[in-house]
């Protein structure tokens, strides 16, 4: 149990498009989800935090207007990057947490290019 | 706040050789304590975790004890494999708080 897939696994959008990614919990019901960023050889950098039916909890430096979360239903976030730039380009991953637990359950990340 | 301190890597073994990857942490309260590995192109998997004092978390022969005396979770394996490779993670995580990252430990393992 506690599986989260992520959509797509890879994705190459050219500057300037926006490009969405899906984080969704496939058996069971994830009340918080996050979104992380990793650079190369780097550890992960939380972008924010998401409850289902409220507007997600931005990390300090990290453009909310950019990077638009939604958590509509309990099991599924989407993540847009709009206007995405090449310094954009990232391995995001996302995570889920069920109701009243602390434990994490990590996506297999997608790697976003910006060409 | 949460803070970890993870042994830098590169790390490179043999086949069979002993693992450690030290980690230390600093928290303002008793932090559960995590170890993640994340294989070559791929997400984070949980790989174990204590949630308090003098507890031992253990997976595929990986082992990491709790030690609130020295805030410790150093990660070990008696005899590690190939398929081993991959980056390891520690991470402190007090409830209703934040899971932070340690910088990550690369470890190759060569035939």
């Known amino acids: 149990g506690a599986v989260v897939s992520q959509h797509p696994s890879r994705v190459i959008c050219k500057s300037g498009t926006s490009v969405k990614i899906e984080c969704r919990s496939l058996d069971f019901q994830a009340t918080t989800m996050f979104w992380y960023r990793q650079f190369p050889k780097k550890s992960l950098m939380l972008m924010a935090t998401?409850?289902?039916?409220?507007?997600?909890?931005?990390e300090q430096g990290v453009e909310k207007d950019k990077f638009l979360i939604n958590h509509a239903s309990l099991t599924l976030s989407t993540l847009t990057v709009t206007s995405a730039h090449p310094e954009d380009s990232s391995f995001y991953i996302c995570?889920?947490?069920?109701?009243?637990?602390?434990?994490?359950?990590f996506g297999p990340g997608t790697r976003l290019t910006v060409t | 706040g949460n803070s970890v301190t993870q042994m830098e890597g590169p790390v490179t073994l043999s086949e069979e050789a002993f693992l450690t990857i030290n980690c230390t942490y600093t928290a303002t309260g008793y932090p559960s304590l995590f170890w993640y590995v994340q294989y070559p192109g791929e997400g984070l998997q949980l790989l174990l975790k204590?949630?308090?004092?003098?507890d031992k978390g253990s997976n595929k022969g990986f082992e990491a004890t709790y030690r609130k005396e020295t805030t410790s979770f150093h990660l070990e394996k008696g005899s590690v494999q190939v398929s081993d490779s991959a980056v390891y993670f520690c991470?402190?995580?007090?409830?209703?708080?934040?899971?932070?990252f340690g910088s990550g430990t690369q470890l190759t393992v060569l035939p």
């Open positions: 991470a402190p995580y007090l409830p209703w708080g934040q899971l932070t």
């Open positions: 998401s409850n289902e039916g409220s507007k997600a909890t931005y």
């Open positions: 204590a949630t308090k004092a003098d």
């Open positions: 995570s889920a947490a069920r109701q009243g637990y602390y434990e994490q359950y």
